[in-house]
Every structure is written in C-alpha cells, then in structure tokens.
C-alpha cells in the first residue's frame, strides 16, 4: 500500500478504514462515507469467487471494505460524479487493490450498455435516499446527487441490478425504513424477491434509522425478517455486533 500523500488532491486526506491496514481518500469538504456504508459491507452476503457491482460506489468504500471481508473474485465500483470516482480510484491504487478492483465513472442507467446482461453474482448498492423536491437539499452539489434522486432513483438502481445479475444473484441494499415498501416494490418488480430484511436501531428506546434489504434474481417468495441491529448500547458505547462489522 502507498504510504506517502502523493496521490493526494487539494483539500484531502487519507482516512485509516481500522480494517486490514486499508485506508480511504475523502475531501472533508464533500460528501464522506457513512456508517451506512460500512454496515451493508457487513450484511452483503458475498460468496467466495463472486463478481460483485456496487452501485452509486462513491469513493469506493464498500468495494474496498468487501475486498477485506470477502473472497470476492473481483469488484466494480460505478459512479457518476467524475470528481468522485476519481478519488475512488485513487484509493484501490492507494491500497494496491487494482487486480481486484476497477471503479468506472459512468451512469449506471447505461448498465445495459456497459455491462452484459447476468455479467455479475452480486450487486450491492448504497443509493440516494430522498425523493427529488423532499427534504432539505444540501447546497454542495455532491453531497445533494449522493443523498437525493437527483441523477437517479431507487427504479434506476434496481433496474441495472436486474439487469447486470445472474440467475440466483444477489443484491444488497441500505436504505431509510420509510422507503422500505418502495423498495420492496421495486425489486419485486425487476424480479429480484426480497429474502432478507435487518432493521438498524440507534438504541432500542428509539425507531429504526437504517433499514437492509437482500434480494434473489428470480428467486422464490420468503422473507426473513434478522434480529435487529442495535447501534450504540446502554452505555452509548458501540454495540458487540457494530464493533465486530468495524473490525475495532
């Protein structure tokens, strides 16, 4: 892995992932992974020798963490923000990561075009949140495009995992619990059958903040609902289980 800041741009810094010496490139000024991120890195049910697309990749957290936590025969990061997936690129250099990882600055609404169809075991994904015109936007345009629908929605996302998945493939996603019934709508739609389902708590006294969602590509209807995760425990202290997915 480099050590120096040589791959660095105005304004970043190099961030240690706690995880197998792996490291991350982040403008403190743009939008920054999230424990999100981290959490589907955990609950992404990758089989060793998979191909894995993760969608709205960002600056390639998820891809980098899988990396460690899998036997993933190789990962594909796609991002749209040219900016974005250039930092994301220099991260998998910055950790020597190149044989296993490539990130591709494009539209994933173009999946059809740049990928063959059934061309990967697993897609995860950690999309937009916010409908287009809800919410509060931000003003710094990467951080409004990474947490509103604003270059996609949750169609555009599910429609190229449909599409890049092989028969019996796997996609994974994190999204808000007020977007559960559209979500699960939506895979139905692209055939891809909710399977798993985890909610996230901060604590058990509060309502859930995060919701995981795994789905088969033309899978059979069952669905089950895994224990909660609780974040932080009775003494605000991080959970066994959240510290276990950090790898503190």
């Known amino acids: ?120 075991d697993v897609v995860t994904s950690n999309p937009p949140y916010m409908v287009k015109g809800s919410g509060l936007c931000n003003p710094d345009e990467s951080i409004a495009i990474a947490k509103h629908e604003l270059l996609c929605d949750l169609s555009d996302v599910v429609r190229a995992a449909a599409h890049v998945l092989k028969d019996g493939g796997i996609f994974s996603m994190v999204h808000r619990p007020f977007r559960l019934a559209d979500a699960i709508d939506t895979m139905r739609r692209y055939r891809l059958e909710p399977k798993r389902l985890k909610l996230v708590y901060p604590s058990v006294e509060k309502e859930p903040v995060m919701v995981l969602l795994e789905g088969r590509k033309n899978g059979g209807s069952y669905l089950c609902v895994e224990k909660p995760l609780i974040i932080y425990g009775p003494d605000g202290k991080y959970t066994e289980e959240i510290t276990g997915i950090y790898g503190y």
């Open 1 to 120: 892995m480099t050590t120096d800041n040589s791959l660095l741009k105005e304004g970043e810094r190099i961030d240690d992932l706690e995880r197998n010496g792996l490291s991350i490139i982040q403008d403190p000024s743009s939008f920054c992974f999230g424990m999100d991120a981290v959490l589907l890195s955990g609950f992404a049910n990758v089989p060793d020798g998979s191909r894995v697309l993760d969608l709205c990749t960002g600056t390639g957290i998820i891809p980098i963490l899988l990396s460690a936590k899998t036997k993933a025969e190789h990962i594909t990061g796609i991002e749209i923000q040219e900016k974005i997936a250039d930092m994301a690129s220099r991260s998998v250099t910055l950790n020597s990561l190149e044989s296993r990882i490539d990130i591709i600055n494009a539209d994933l609404k173009e999946a059809d075009r740049l990928f063959p169809s059934a061309s990967f």
